[in-house]
């Protein structure tokens, strides 16, 4: 798969990059962004109901709805919080 996502991605590329760089790259994203999302949930759970003042960025959006929030431990974290 990333053999494929590297061929698509060095088609428009000014630089290219390796299967193996654009799939590090890729795991990076989305670690930064889960612990993004996972500070966002226990925030919304802390607020006891009320509204919470900051939103996602889309970013941090987009790669929660491409691994899913059923991933790794955001999900276990929202089971405990109740949301």
Not at 11 to 32: C, H, I, M, P
């Amino acid at each position: 798969m990333w053999a494929r996502v590297s061929d698509l991605y060095n088609v428009k590329a000014s630089k290219t990059r390796s299967a193996d760089k654009l799939e590090k790259k890729w795991l990076n994203l989305v670690a930064k962004h889960r612990i993004i999302y996972t500070d966002y949930v226990r925030d919304r759970a802390l607020t006891g109901g009320g509204c919470l003042q900051k939103n996602l960025d889309i970013v941090t959006e987009a790669i929660m709805n491409v691994i899913g929030i059923e991933s790794s431990s955001i999900a276990a974290w929202c089971c405990r919080c109740g949301t």
